[in-house]
């Protein structure tokens, strides 16, 4: 069965912290996203990634950076949390971003930045 | 705004009833897709319906695409408990290749 995996499903930090967040997918899929879930506003995309070391800005990337050293793996950094980034963070994994193949999801990080 | 937009945004029906949810787009799409998201978790694909289909189903699942009216629908019959969720659109743009989620419809199955 498919899978994504992120690392943690809570985690709490104080400003001006640097936080990771990671994400393991064991599909081999080429393309991986990080998103941003808050109440009344959807998914939003922060960044995706079609190969490794390949980044692609999504509609909020401000305030965030993105690695993606291997291919099963994709990493959301915090540069410097603040308190408007509390929020469930969601990645996903997927084929064929271009004809918006089906993605698979992990089950989000609620990270609260005090 | 080329925001997936869905409504109603929040639906409560009694088990055993069918639930009717809308998507709605502004230009034209490659494909849209459904998910459920349960409380807590994360995003799980149902069903993808590319711009040249206009019905699918999948179990008690059954979805709808009409281009000219730029609207897609979910039926899910027969609900469950179970099926209590978030439900989401997801589109591909054609133009911009651009990928949108909306903002979902909350589904609340009373017993």
């Known amino acids: 069965d498919v899978k994504v995996t992120q690392s943690s499903r809570y985690l709490v930090k104080r400003t001006g912290e640097k936080v990771f967040l990671e994400c393991v997918q064991d599909m081999d899929h080429e393309n991986m996203f990080w998103y941003r879930q808050d109440p009344g506003l959807g998914l939003r995309l922060i960044y995706f990634s079609y190969d490794v070391k390949m980044k692609e800005k999504g509609d909020i990337p401000e305030g965030y950076s993105v690695s993606r050293e291997k291919k099963e793996r994709f990493s959301l950094i915090l540069e410097s949390a603040s308190t408007n980034q509390t929020s469930m963070y969601l990645c996903?994994?997927?084929?064929?971003?271009?004809?918006?193949?089906?993605?698979?999801f992990g089950d989000g990080t609620r990270l609260s930045i005090l | 705004s080329q925001q997936g937009e869905e409504d109603p945004q929040a639906l409560s029906i009694q088990e055993g009833e069918n639930a009717t949810m809308n998507c709605s787009y502004k230009?034209?799409?490659?494909?849209l897709q459904w998910y459920r998201q349960n409380s807590g978790r994360g995003l799980v694909h149902l069903i993808l319906i590319r711009s040249n289909e206009r019905e699918k189903h999948s179990g008690r699942l059954r979805v709808t695409l009409d281009t000219s009216k730029k609207s897609s629908s979910l039926l899910i019959t027969a609900s469950r408990a179970a099926d209590t969720a978030s439900y989401f659109c997801n589109l591909l743009y054609s133009s911009a290749s651009k990928i949108i989620f909306g903002s979902g419809t909350r589904l609340s199955i009373r017993p």
């Open positions: 230009t034209s799409i490659n494909n």
């Open positions: 996903a994994s997927g084929r064929q971003r271009s004809s918006n193949q089906p993605q698979h």
